[in-house]
C-alpha cells in the first residue's frame, strides 16, 4: 500500500531555519514534489526530486534518498509569509499513469 | 507559468441538485487532469484521473456515479457532482499537467451543499 508520513504541525521563529521531513512508502515510485499550501488556497509547487541529493532554489531546498524513502524540506531565513501547511507527495506510477500521492502535509507556524 | 483556472470558485446548492465545476488549462494542453477533494485540516485526496478523450480513472472508494468527470478536449475537463448531499462539501481542486512534467493546481471550487 501506500504509506506517507510527515509531522502534523511545527513551529519556528522568524530568520530561523526548519527542516520538515517526510517519509515514504510507495510503489511505482517515481520522484518526490513539495508544496505549498496556504489555507483555503490551492497548493502551489515548491520542489521536484527525483535523483538523490540536494536540490537549491533560494531558500527553498529538497532532499530526497531513494533507498531510504525519505525526503526533507529545508526553509532557510523563515518569513512570516511562510506560515503555511507543507504537503509531501510522491510522483507514482499506477495502472500506466504517473499520479501524485499526497501526505497529511505539515502545518508550519512562523512567529515574530 | 501555466495557469488552470476553475470555475466557479465557489458555490451553495441544494441537497439533492447536481453541481458542475470546470477546470481549463489556459496556456498548455494538459494530456491529464486530476481532481481532488479536500476536507478541513486535511490534506488532499485524490478522487480520479482523467485523460483527454478516455474515460476517467477513479479511486478506490469514490462513486464513479456520483462525480461523473468529462475530458472532452485537452483544455477542459469537468466534474460534475450528481445529488449532493451534505456530505460531499468540501474543497474540490483539479490540476493539469503535460507529459509527465509537474501537476499545476487550479484555484479550487469551495462547494457547499444545505
Known amino acids: 500500500g501506500q504509506n506517507i508520513d510527515q509531522p502534523t504541525e511545527m513551529t519556528a521563529t522568524e530568520g530561523a531555519i526548519v527542516q520538515i521531513n517526510c517519509t515514504y512508502q510507495t510503489s511505482g515510485f517515481n520522484g518526490l514534489f513539495w508544496y505549498q499550501q496556504h489555507a483555503g488556497e490551492a497548493p502551489t509547487f515548491l520542489s521536484y526530486n527525483v535523483l538523490d541529493g540536494l536540490e537549491e532554489k533560494g531558500r527553498f531546498s529538497s532532499f530526497l534518498s531513494r533507498s531510504k524513502g525519505y525526503s526533507y524540506l529545508l526553509l532557510k531565513e523563515l518569513q512570516m509569509k511562510d506560515s503555511a501547511s507543507y504537503l509531501c507527495?510522491?510522483?507514482?506510477?499506477?495502472?500506466?499513469?504517473?499520479?501524485?500521492?499526497f501526505g497529511a502535509g505539515t502545518r508550519l507556524a512562523v512567529h515574530p | 507559468g501555466a495557469v488552470v483556472s476553475q470555475h466557479p470558485s465557489w458555490v451553495i446548492c441544494k441537497s439533492g441538485t447536481s453541481v458542475k465545476i470546470e477546470c481549463r488549462s489556459l496556456d498548455f494542453q494538459a494530456t491529464t487532469m486530476f481532481w481532488y477533494r479536500q476536507f478541513p485540516k486535511q490534506s488532499l485526496m485524490l478522487m480520479a484521473t482523467?485523460?483527454?478523450?478516455?474515460?476517467?480513472?477513479?479511486e478506490q472508494g469514490v462513486e464513479k456515479d456520483k462525480f461523473l468527470i468529462n475530458h472532452a478536449s485537452l483544455t477542459l475537463s469537468t466534474l460534475t457532482v450528481t445529488s449532493a448531499h451534505p456530505e460531499d462539501s468540501s474543497f474540490y481542486i483539479c490540476s493539469a499537467r503535460w507529459g509527465a512534467e509537474e501537476q499545476f493546481f487550479g484555484p479550487g471550487t469551495r462547494l457547499t451543499v444545505l
Open positions: 482523467s485523460n483527454e478523450g478516455s474515460k476517467a480513472t477513479y
Open positions: 507527495a510522491p510522483n507514482t506510477v499506477s495502472g500506466g499513469y504517473n499520479k501524485l500521492i
